[in-house]
């Protein structure tokens, strides 16, 4: 996504046939969105007699996580521009002359090359959603209780960036040939992939119960 560009036309744009925004870029904002939601539960905690209550680590701790949510809702706004950027190259490659086996041979390997380019930045919004959901965790524990369903919400937005990020490095995957750098991203996305599922659940369990309450 364009940072400059107007939601409605975002969303236009999506819809529409062409290949870019996709799924990579639309991760993405759902990241910064779900991250924009943990900073709203923060920004209506701090003023809250919950928060002066805290002792002074714990204030320390919640100030500088929001903080750094900031960043990450700034770095998640900037991979969903890139992922456009990346996918077009793919988009070339493809589009290269194939009539002769060289020239076969010349877009099978720019193919490749701009595929392993271009799935480093889903990889990249999976590993900052996996940081938003670890930072969620002190929002969760001492925002303010009024705002836990604006945190539910935001919980799910930053876990579907982090599978949707996923899911696209996968699909990438499928069009290379190096086995080895196949499996490696694999294991990568493994890893995060359960660490971020169990962030979510904790982080859930958390909100109910204190929307039973």
């Not at 750094?68 to 456009?84: H, P, V, W």
């Not at 490696?184 to 109910?208: A, F, N």
Request: charged letters at 25%; hydrophobic letters at 40%; glycine letters at 6%.
């Amino acid at each position: 996504m364009n940072i400059n560009m107007g939601l409605n036309q975002y969303v236009d744009k999506v819809a529409s046939k062409e290949r870019t925004p996709g799924g990579g870029s639309v991760a993405a904002i759902l990241g910064s969105l779900g991250c924009s939601l943990a900073s709203m539960v923060a920004n209506l905690t701090f003023e809250k007699d919950l928060y002066k209550a805290l002792g002074v680590h714990q204030k320390e701790a919640f100030s500088q996580s929001f903080e750094e949510l900031q960043q990450l809702i700034k770095k998640l706004n900037q991979l969903a521009e890139e992922d456009t950027c990346v996918f077009d190259e793919v988009l070339k490659a493809m589009s290269l002359p194939k009539n002769t086996k060289q020239e076969k041979y010349e877009q099978k390997k720019a193919i490749e090359k701009a595929t392993q380019l271009a799935l480093q930045t889903p990889l990249n919004t999976a590993k900052v959603a996996l940081e938003a959901l670890e930072l969620q965790s002190i929002f969760v524990k001492w925002g303010n209780p009024d705002t836990m369903s604006d945190m539910g919400v935001g919980i799910w937005s930053v876990y579907a960036a982090l599978e949707g990020a996923l899911i696209t490095v996968k699909i990438n995957l499928y069009n290379l040939s190096d086995e080895v750098y196949k499996n490696k991203v694999l294991k990568e996305c493994e890893k995060i992939m359960i660490r971020g599922r169990k962030l979510r659940d904790q982080h859930l369990d958390e909100v109910y119960k204190k929307l039973d309450n």
